[in-house]
T-cell receptor
Framework: GNSVTQMEGPVTLSEEAFLTINCTYTATGYPSLFWYVQYPGEGLQLLLKATKADDKGSNKGFEATYRKETTSFHLEKGSVQVSDSAVYFC?????????FGAGTILRVKS | DGGITQSPKYLFRKEGQNVTLSCEQN?????MYWYRQDPGQGLRLIYY???????QKGDIAEGYSVSREKKESFPLTVTSAQKNPTAFYLCASSILGQGAGYGYTFGSGTRLTVV
């Protein structure tokens, strides 16, 4: 079946540190891949996406590259800010439904 | 602006009551979804609908019911049969067809508390 494995959190970083949140997936076919972000008390917002192998999605300094050979879509940011503190969800879309990972809590300290 | 609206933002339910959560979208999306999120947890799919007057159970449908009488609206009823309804409920909508890379648009959520 379809599934997603995300790095367990919480991930705690100091401001301006480098961020990586790992995501690997098992999915049928050739899914589009998404990262969503959820700030406290809010719904999920689309952060970035990639639709084919080797595509790089990017937004607000975050990046992730579609790695078909390793079925991975790791999220990276070169310098995190306190305002990046949130929960991050990796989600492939192999069909008409997204498959969500468990989410990774990111805490950034000033 | 197009979007998806959930109401109310906060809802309190007494034991034994049914309550209905509203979800409306003006994005002309075909598909709509309801998720439940518990503190520190991921999303669990309750129900989804891909067309008017049709819907399918998700992973945790017991104790919940939905209707899809209009394309724009997908209300969720939490019935008294749901024994632990306190949670954050999220509604989402999407275009169907995964080839073009469509994700979901989410509402801002309803926090339901049993009192």
């Amino acid at each position: 079946g379809n599934s997603v494995t995300q790095m367990e959190g919480p991930v705690t970083l100091s401001e301006e540190a480098f961020l990586t949140i790992n995501c690997t997936y098992t999915a049928t076919g050739y899914p589009s891949l998404f990262w969503y972000v959820q700030y406290p008390g809010e719904g999920l917002q689309l952060l970035l996406k990639a639709t084919k192998a080797d595509d790089k999605g990017s937004n607000k300094g975050f990046e992730a590259t579609y790695r078909k050979e390793t079925t991975s879509f790791h999220l990276e940011k070169g310098s995190v800010q306190v305002s990046d503190s949130a929960v991050y969800f990796c989600a492939p879309r192999p069909g008409n439904k997204l498959v969500f990972g468990a989410g990774t809590i990111l805490r950034v300290k000033s | 602006d197009g979007g998806i609206t959930q109401s109310p933002k906060y809802l309190f339910r007494k034991e034994g009551q049914n309550v209905t959560l509203s979800c409306e979208q003006n994005l002309n999306h075909d598909a709509m979804y309801w998720y439940r999120q518990d503190p520190g947890q991921g999303l669990r799919l309750i129900y989804y609908s891909q067309i008017v007057n049709d819907f399918q159970k998700g992973d945790i449908a017991e104790g919940y019911s939905v209707s899809r009488e209009k394309k724009e609206s997908f209300p969720l009823t939490v019935t008294s049969a749901q024994k632990n309804p306190t949670a954050f409920y999220l509604c989402a909508s999407s275009i169907l067809g995964q080839g073009a890379g469509y994700g979901y648009t989410f509402g801002s959520g309803t926090r339901l508390t049993v009192v």
